[in-house]
């Protein structure tokens, strides 16, 4: 009983790790078409920053805006200079981002070399809260949980309820009629594109306290947000929460029963999801 409640507490918080990845991800590959194959490239390059400006200010919370806002920048860039000019060229942003990726890749380290680098979360953060049943359980985690809930509350309302989110919608569906109307599409798009590299450099912060940053984790972080977006459908908020939901569940509960093959139960479910529903649990068909 133990052992199944801690699985379950530990599913849940890497889904909400996942979740934060992924639903920038989500913004940028499911709403507004751009294969960003780069996205866990911000990942890691944003833990990384963090952990620089952390080092030297000693502020984890400096370290977390640092690492949103970095990535942000650089999401800006990548709309500006690559994707503005490849829209609608699927095979072309792959190509491009697959090697931004892998330049990216070296240069880090390069830079950070192959060590493992933790952040150090504030001392409220630390410790155990007290749990019934499982006696106690970090703190971290149970705040990092409660950071993806705010955040995909946050990011619904801004798409549904705002009217910057609303034309970013309509600018998805019809680009050139809202153009037509005197918006400014690029403007939208660079801060959707900002608000999903942001989202990632942040989740590399709050996943590097968690785990710890390191050379590999990039690929591991964007193999896991185009999953979690394929199974909940692209586009959709509530989609890539619960795709992180069933992907870090099924993660965790393969690797406490069944070690061996506990990477293989995420990918089945995307097969299982891929051919009852091709586009995602929410996504439209």
Known sequence: MRLFLLTFLNGLTLAALYFIVASGFSLVFGLMRNVNLAHGSLYLLGGYIGFEVANSTGSWYLAVLAGFLSMA??????????????????????????????????????????VSYQFTPPAWLFGATPMPFINAYPTYRLFTLAAAIAIGIALWLFLNRTRIGIMIRAGVDDRGMLSASGVNVQLLFCVTFAIGAGLAGLAGVLGGSALSIAP?????????????????????????????????????????YFPTYGVVFSFLVMVVVLAIRPQGILGRA
């Open 216 to 256: 590999g984790e990039d690929i591991r972080f964007l193999l896991a947000s185009l999953i979690v977006v394929i199974v909940g459908g692209m586009g959709s908020i509530p989609g890539a929460a619960i795709g992180a939901l069933l992907i870090g569940m099924t993660e965790q509960f393969g690797l406490a």
């Open 73 to 114: 920048i650089a999401g800006v860039l990548l709309q500006l200079l690559v994707f503005r000019y490849m829209e609608g060229q699927e095979l072309r942003q792959t190509l491009v981002t697959i090697a931004l990726s892998i330049i990216l890749a070296d240069l880090m380290l390069a830079v950070w070399s192959g």
